[in-house]
């Protein structure tokens, strides 16, 4: 396939690499001056959007994704595919869709979890909203860039999995940081908590798979001083979105509220800006009841 390529940062480059490694021809465009083995960089997003048979866009949020989108729609070929792999929010994501279809183009929002390592991997999973015959198209790319593609409904509903999903992670997150901090109050050896919980109904994938205590379950990166994975800042951003939504649909959603309002405190105000979102735990074993 011809494939355009808008926004090649972090998530974009390596996932731009995999598909030209996997044989297809790939035309990029960043506003950053970028260079991405593989593929080859053209001037303008218009000028990359032209001829091809899916455009890929992978940028930072919505008000961006829009105003590219009207740059390329109008470039695009009739039937080609616009699959927009960012995290945004469901309105933009809706909006773009609509102005997609209105030029006869099939369009996939398609978010990613996975992280900068699923994106080198090529193991991303993408939550996918579209018609059939726009996730059809844009499948095969999927299957390069990641392990897991499921498509979760209609324009939007890619992007309302993704952040309905990490608001249940923040929540979590918290729940299970400050849990450990009220056992250590308590004198609960951490190993125990985690012996405990992890096989009790407190079980979660915060807990199990990614335990926010240093030197206690899995390797994760408590054990390597907070460095992200998954930094907080990227967390505030998905809780944002996710009220944001709930605003927009009229959903009561206390716990994202209360989320949010706890990641935008750590990380404006304290010192979560650049750790990983798990970094909670040291922020609540530091504070007491007032
Ligand atoms: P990034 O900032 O590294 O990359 C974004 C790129 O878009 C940059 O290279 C920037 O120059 C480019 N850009 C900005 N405006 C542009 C424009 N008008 N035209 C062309 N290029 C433009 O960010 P990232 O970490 O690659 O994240 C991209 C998206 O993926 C975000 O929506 C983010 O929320 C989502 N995401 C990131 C992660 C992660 O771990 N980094 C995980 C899942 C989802």
Known sequence: MNIGFIGLGNMGGPMAANLAKAGHVVTGFD?????IEGVKMAETAAEVAKGADVVITMLPN????????????????????LVDCST????????????????????????????????????????????PA??????????IMG???????????????????NMVLGVTMIATCEAFALADKLGLDRQKMF?????????????????????VGPQSPADNDYQPGFAAD????????????????DADTPMGELAQALYTQFVESEDGQGKDFSAMLPRFEKRGRS
């Open 62 to 81: 919505g008000n961006i994704l829009r105003a590219v989108a009207g740059d390329i729609i109008p470039a695009m070929s009739q039937g080609a595919a």
């Open 134 to 143: 726009a996730f059809a198209k844009a499948e095969p790319l999927f299957d």
């Open 147 to 165: 392990q897991k593609a499921v498509h979760c409904g209609d324009a939007g509903a890619g992007q309302a999995a993704k952040i309905c999903n």
């Open 31 to 35: 506003m950053a001056d970028v260079s």
């Open 195 to 215: 012996d405990v919980v992890s096989t009790s109904s407190g079980y979660s994938w915060s807990m199990n798979a990614y335990c926010p205590a240093p030197g």
């Open 234 to 249: 990227l967390m505030l951003k998905d809780l944002r979105l996710s009220q944001q939504a709930a605003e927009s649909a």
């Open 88 to 131: 945004v929010d469901v309105d933009s994501a809706r909006a773009v869709a609509q102005q997609a279809s209105d030029a006869n183009l099939l369009s996939v929002d398609a978010p990613v979890s996975g992280g900068i390592g699923g994106a080198a991997g090529g193991t991303l999973t993408f939550m996918a909203g579209g018609s």
